[in-house]
């Protein structure tokens, strides 16, 4: 089945600067990966879609500029939060898209801003 | 994307009891899925629903996708330990794009 590994699995970072999360799809090309922000005791609530070879495209609410993301290869999505503050602590969740669109997660990130 | 109304939104449930939740929605969706949260862990897919009034089991789950497109169920029968966490029902739309109820934690009291 489809197999989705994102890392770190948790992170702490001082505030101002920058985290790299990866997401990436393991046994299967990715045309599309999308990104999620659960906050303790809540639901997952989309970020952004991630597209090979073209920009995101953002949700409403989400900056752009702050949630940098790249999709470079049809394995690979990278999100990276910039100048990084503590209300962005959250944890944070890719899926993929394959063919048939299994519905995979990742195993999340936590990042922890001090 | 939207918020799905998902409920209960707790529930504490005897071993052996069988569990119900529900989500309901203002929008069509052409895909109902259902997902299980571990702390700490990403969700995983339980049952995925493509046709409206579908009905589809996977073992002592059993999830039904509304005539209406607007709604789903999730059953568990039997409950066992293994069984707390939180579920999630999510509906997906065209752009693959989900919304996700607010999540119903169980709890099973031994």
Redesign the interface.
Known sequence: GAV?S?HP?WVICKSGTSVKIECRSLDFQAT?M?WYRQFPK?????MA?SNEGSKATY?QGVEKDKFLINHASLTLSTLTVTSAHPEDSS?Y?C?A?DSG????????T?LTVV | ?Q?LNQSPQSMFIQEGEDVSMNCTSSSIFNTW?W?KQDP??????LI?LYKAGELTSNGRLTAQFGITRKDSFLNISASIPSDVGIY?C?G?SN?????????TTVTVRA
């Open positions: 989705v994102q699995s599309t999308f809540q639901s997952l609530m989309l879609t949700e944890f969740i899926s898209r669109w299994t519905g995979t997660f990742g195993s999340g936590r | 994307g918020q899925l997902y700490g862990e990403g969700p995983v897919l995925a999630f999510a997906r752009d693959y794009k989900l919304s996700f109820g607010a999540g």
